[in-house]
């Protein structure tokens, strides 16, 4: 019988070959980490916790999801901000969308800051997954009402239940959520921890905070990590960055990855 860890380190393998291919289904109608049963359904964003979760956008054009965990700090992933050289955005090029639905949105704030958690590779090997993760200073509070979701330090034990909700490319005009979903177990790498978890989740919904109940199971939700990668299959076994890792960037500790507001950072 496989132990824990061998059973671990054989999802962690799937998960590679997967991770691997899925930049060649760049242009499949197929949407990595949804499965064979989509669990998503439209969510109010003037509801907790849903309210919490921002659109991020760049002066690219590219968007992805981000989750506020500060009074005027937004968790997100970090390949949501590269150029097409592959480098950090400035923080002038971002911007945070409150309440975003349908074209709409309760309000915008400008990045005043970005912190990174580099060094990580954009082809998406483990080691670099593992630090997959970005925390924006916005250049105002968030809007009244609007409150920071807890970071939630320790990974979730296997079949903790979970939620993923945020603006996936096949409904990038409301959040859609995965509100059935569990955790699977953590993955160890070079650079840090992944947590994999089966909530439905594709591209678009990078960034977004998956969500966990806080103290007894019977409280408020707090993050457990952010999605990062997705896999093609028939159950997903996907990936998030714990919230361990960009807890200190989240509470504004100087770490070595932070970038300047108008000079991109090295990987």
């Not at 903790?160 to 790498?189: E, H, R």
């Amino acid at each position: 019988m496989k132990t824990y860890q061998e059973r671990v380190s054989g999802l962690l393998a799937a998960l590679l070959v997967a991770l691997s291919t899925s930049s060649a289904l760049a242009q499949s109608p197929a949407l990595p980490g949804i499965g064979a049963q989509d669990r998503r359904a439209a969510v109010d964003t003037a509801e907790a916790p849903w309210r919490s979760l921002v659109k991020v956008q760049t002066n690219l054009g590219s968007r992805c999801t981000g989750v506020l965990v500060a009074p005027r700090r937004v968790a997100t992933a970090a390949h949501c901000l590269l150029n097409r050289a592959q480098q950090i955005l400035p923080a002038s090029s971002l911007h945070v969308l409150f309440g975003y639905d349908r074209g709409d949105y309760r309000e915008h704030r400008t990045v005043a800051s970005l912190t990174v958690g580099g060094p990580f590779d954009p082809g998406r090997r483990p080691e670099g997954i593992a630090r997959d993760w970005a925390v924006l200073t916005l250049s105002g509070d968030a809007p009244a009402g609007v409150e920071p979701l807890p970071l939630v330090r320790v990974p979730p034990e296997p079949g903790t239940p979970l939620m993923l909700g945020g603006y996936s490319q096949d409904k990038a005009q409301i959040v859609t959520a995965d509100t059935a979903c569990a955790a699977l177990g953590v993955a160890g790498t070079s650079r840090g921890t992944l947590l994999i978890h089966d909530c439905n989740g594709t591209r678009g919904v990078s960034g977004a905070a998956l969500l966990v109940r806080t103290a007894d199971g019977q409280g408020a939700w707090g993050v457990a990590g952010i999605a990062v990668a997705a896999q093609t299959s028939a159950s997903p076994r996907n990936i998030a960055v714990p919230a361990a890792s960009f807890v200190d960037a989240a509470e504004g500790a100087a770490l070595v990855g932070k970038a300047p507001a108008d000079t991109p950072s090295l990987r």
